[in-house]
């Protein structure tokens, strides 16, 4: 049975139904359906205001005011009782509206005749877009029932206003005003940057309406040629992108063979076979896959489901002949392409030299998609709830990925401000590329070895662009998190060679294999565990499964023959540990040699400092240690017990505070004193004010990310090592949480160069 309230409502939604189906102007409908609702409702007055930007309502519509007074009333969020409704998000009455402290009069509405008060919150998403009112002239009490009934028909208004044609209403009235209709949504950031230009909406997914086959052989057929059609075009699609070879290119093939899968293909004939429509057959073949792959807590299949979904979806639109439409944005110089999820193949359908943003309802941190776009500087937001339904091809969008913010018909100061930043940017780029040909040098010539670290292959670019001194952090488990399957000996000495090769005679760092907690091996299957970033993680895996770590030893060893090999071992807890890696590489030396095969002109065995308790052993380590290198990522988080993934603890802790900056020192005193080469390859390094300390500290070589080179370098340039060192020592007896403040008075104060 039905509440009372669902009932009455009901009645009151058909005529507003009536309203919405017939062929009035939005203006018209609203009034009208204003008007139902104040008759229907017993209502003196009603009225509609509608959010049109971050911080505004606007009356859109109204019954029994004074004369016209659309477009009249404005009131900001928080202002009124109509504001405080929006702002809260909650319905409010008042049988005395006047006497309310919320109240606010507004002489344009000629409210004075009203009493009582009954706002209720229009939203989408659980965002508010507008109010719904009635007002009576009598004292009036509204009953639970008559709120809910607004409150039910409230919903329903919420979706006429964000319909097609009330869009399309609010985009003219943009025009002829010059103003913007709503705002800026926060959302989550998967890569940074600023970008600007017309929304290009992705959209793919149909619901599928005819689910049975009139005759099977005829439906076989479609989906045959749209399959071969499909197949074809990636195929060229995949050739003629020049995405510069490495992972992306590994993820794309992935994806090209997930479309070509027998197995999954074979699914979708068989439920053709059984009487399906190809559009319903393709739908049932991935709502299988759904169900068997949704449940796992393996996060590596559930991203898979992305890439099946986008398989599904690309498929559909070549049944449909959609995906011939797709040109429609080729004349657009920037785009911003929205869509629900995407598959990294979707992006190559853009020119994306034009693509200033992206931005994905469903993303997550590790989508292949996220990926790719990163590698192209590409901003991405995520998790905006409604924002793919939301926003219209060819509205303006401006994308903030360092502040996580979406805006959608920015104002034209906003456009202006965003303009601004892009330029500053790129003036910013374009200064420090100039860097490039200058040394790391400090203003009192102590000269500061700068490397880079790689994961992506992309990342080789930097090499050239940065003139770096080498690569500190080469992160070996990036390729292999992007393959499907192991890689062989051969196709990692592809890899690591193409780096030697890249790096000419600077220096190279490969890591082992440093997988488990957050880097998942598709091909493994994980067990969970309590504690991942404490489990079975990075060196402890390699040393259990020694054939992994005897078999990428041997692809470094080939890789840098004639050369000098560096090879470093991730997360380290205890001398042993070490003593094993390294005996296994040196066994594997031994193997090549007698083999006959080349080998390395030398070879340096070296540990990543990550976990504090080998701090305690240092002195014994360096005695074995050829080099060390500090990753201040998971020392910090293992020294603080403090999730480095974890958003809620991101500002709890500071590693410039005088516990981690006191045990930063310690290390590399130690390192000096036994004359054992020492970097830091954590996100410290990365950092110029960070990294300032570190020079401050004692420590000489440092390893950032390709993006942050320059910034670090022009730090470098810009700071006198001595009189940074007696800061930075001074600094150390503070007692404060974070010393960051100060340092960054300090670097103003000098003309450091932090940026
Ligand atoms: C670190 O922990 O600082 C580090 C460089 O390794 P990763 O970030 O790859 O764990
Ligand atoms: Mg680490």
Redesign the pocket.
Known sequence: MQSPAINQAMDILKLIRQVTEGQDDVPVKLAKIIRIIAEQMKADAAACYVAVDDSYLELFASYGFNGDVTHKVTLRYGEGLVGEVAKNNRSLSATDAWAHPKFSYKPELGEEEYKSFLGVPLTRWSRSIGVLTLQNKEVHEYSRLETDILETIAMVLSEVLVSEEMTEYKKTLIKERGIATRERIKGLSLSKGYGIGNAVVHRRRQSVTKIFAEDKEKELQRLETAHRQMNEDLDKKFTSTKLGIGEHVDILDAYRMFAKDKGWYKKIEDNVKSGLTAEAAVERAYEDMWNRLSGTNDSYLKERLHDLRDVADRLQSYLSGDFKNRDEVKNWKDIVVVAQTMGPADLMDYDYHKIRGLIIEDGTPTMHVAIVAKALSIPVIAKIKGIFEEIKTGELIAVDGNDSYVYINPLPAVQEKFKAKIAEKEKLQARLAELKKLPAKTLDGVRIGLYI?VGLAFDFDYIEATNCDGIG?Y?TEIPFMASDVMPNVEQQMAYYKELMDRAGNKKVIFRSL?VGSDKLLPYWSNMSEENPAIGWRSIRITLDRRAILRKQVRAFLRAAEGKELNVMF?MISDLSEFEEAKETLLIELEKEKRRGGAVPSKVNVGL?I?VPSVVFQLEDILKQADFIS??????AQFTFACDRGNPRLTERYDVLSSPFLKLMGEIVAKADAAGVYCSV???MASNPIEAMALIGLGYRNLSSSGASYGRVKSMIRSVNVEEVSDYVKSLLKSQKRTLRPQLMAYAYDHGIEIY
């Open positions: 670290n952090l992160r440093d991730p990543m990550e500090i990753g201040t990522n998971d020392l390859c954590g996100e």
